[in-house]
T-cell receptor, first 112, second 112 residues
Framework: RKEVEQDPGPFNVPEGATVAFNCTYS??????FFWYRQDCRKEPKLLMS???SGNEDGRFTAQLNRASQYISLLIRDSKLSDSATYLC?????????????FGRGTSLIVHP | GAGVSQSPSNKVTEKGKDVELRCDPI?????LYWYRQSLGQGLEFLIY????????KSGLPSDRFSAERTGGSVSTLTIQRTQQEDSAVYLC??????????FGPGTRLTVL
């Protein structure tokens, strides 16, 4: 089993739709969780951190379920500009180091 | 500087040549990471630096790959005797311990 798994998609949705992505991780000792966004031929950029209590940033909501070892990202009222690849990142600590593991990403296409 | 910078932005080389890629992290960030990303693929972890030491080299694909970091700042990734399968975008990221990573724009390496 891969350490971090995501459905690669693509998710093809109309503007205004609500879309949700899940990401599962295998290491129960994982400590930090993030969603990154990567546009075509660009570097990844942080979208939001994911906290145990769940967190919201405008149209974006992230949740963490430690018992089931998954994180989710919900995007409401999708915009054309939301089209991108969304990367799930799980970080574990090991001997004072913090090693992030990236999922392969979920592709989102928002169409008019 | 304002962000992570990498040079060169593009590098075309012939098979068998050595190449050196450079990364300038954000000032004060102690952690530095190298990844590579082939077209349409996810991020492949290569190596991680904490200060000048590399506690995790597990991702380096072969002994042709090496990296160093001096003064807790600039890092170089060297690929010796390049092969066509080394063609990819090489991304560098820096972070404060355990927190979000900031990525550079990457170096696009093409081995002919």
């Amino acid at each position: 089993r891969k350490e971090v798994e995501q459905d690669p998609g693509p998710f093809n949705v109309p503007e205004g739709a609500t879309v949700a992505f899940n990401c599962t991780y295998s290491n129960s000792a994982s400590q930090s969780f993030f969603w990154y966004r990567q546009d075509c031929r660009k570097e990844p950029k942080l979208l939001m951190s994911v906290y145990s209590s769940g967190n919201e940033d405008g149209r974006f909501t992230a949740q963490l379920n430690r018992a089931s070892q998954y994180i989710s990202l919900l995007i409401r009222d999708s915009k054309l500009s939301d089209s991108a690849t969304y990367l799930c990142v799980v970080t574990r600590g090991r001997g004072g180091s913090y090693i992030p593991t990236f999922g392969r990403g979920t592709s989102l296409i928002v169409h008019p | 500087g304002a962000g992570v910078s990498q040079s060169p932005s593009n590098k075309v080389t012939e098979k068998g040549k050595d190449v050196e890629l450079r990364c300038d992290p954000i000032s004060g960030h102690t952690a530095l990471y190298w990844y590579r990303q082939s077209l349409g693929q996810g991020l492949e972890f290569l190596i991680y630096f904490q200060g000048n030491s590399a506690p995790d080299k597990s991702g380096l694909p072969s002994d042709r790959f090496s990296a160093e970091r001096t003064g807790g700042s600039v890092s170089t990734l060297t690929i010796q005797r390049t092969q066509q399968e080394d063609s990819a975008v090489y991304l560098c990221a820096s972070s404060s311990q355990g927190y979000e990573q900031f990525f550079g724009p990457g170096t696009r390496l093409t081995v002919l």
